[in-house]
């Protein structure tokens, strides 16, 4: 299967979109905590919906934390119900990877999506990526993996990257609130402790995808900035 990484934070294989780290809900968890956010449900499932649209795949692969709070909220159920009526007549499938937020979603049966841990595709393991598991080759979400990018007068901005690689691809968070994590300066997936490449870093931008080149040369080049 052809391997496609796209400027919406998404990869193709074959004919699969997948996409993980949605966290829906986020801004209600935030609430109650006391920080306020304007919510983005719309503008996720606008750019799921325009995706599929434009690419028309016969499935659609959720990489784990489809949800954020690990306690149902109070309008979780509602929304989780919603994003799914406006994304399945788009594909045949939804298959959900279950990631670590994914508590208490057996339910999404009934809306007949399939909830599994694992996933094998065109040679790749699905998995979400907080505990490894046996395999050769494997996509994960997980990390948010992102660098950060200084200029010469030393404005630092952080933005998400796929990290690709020949034995572990890591996909971006999709949700716009998840700023990410640093990469080059430290690594939460016990698969990247596990696995060590020298991983090809593109970065989506807009409507195009910024190749960074190797990690290892990226390094370097932000330590002379």
Known sequence: MKLKPLPEKALKLGR??????????????????????????????????????????????????????????WRERA??????????????EIVLVRG??????????????????????????????HKVVEGERFIIGHEHPAIRLRDEVGAVVKVPAFLMGEKLIVL???????????????????????IREDFRVLVPLD???LDFGRLSGLRVALSRL
């Open 207 to 209: 409507n195009e995808l």
């Open 172 to 194: 971006p968070a999709f949700s716009p609130w998840a700023y990410g994590n640093d990469v080059l300066r430290e690594v939460v997936s016990p698969f990247l402790r596990l």
């Open 16 to 73: 699969n979109i997948i996409v993980a780290d949605l966290h829906l809900g986020y801004e209600v968890a935030m609430a109650r905590e006391g920080f306020y956010l304007p919510r983005v449900f719309h503008e996720m499932v606008g750019s799921i919906e325009g995706l599929l649209r434009r690419e028309k795949p016969k499935r659609l692969i959720i990489d784990g934390d489809l949800k954020h709070s690990f306690i149902p909220e």
């Open 100 to 129: 670590n937020h994914d508590v208490g979603i057996a339910w999404l049966r009934e809306l007949g999506v399939e909830v599994v841990d694992e996933l094998e595709l065109g040679g790749w393991k699905l998995v979400h990526g």
């Open 79 to 92: 929304e989780l119900k919603a994003f799914f009526e406006e994304i399945s007549p788009l594909v045949e």
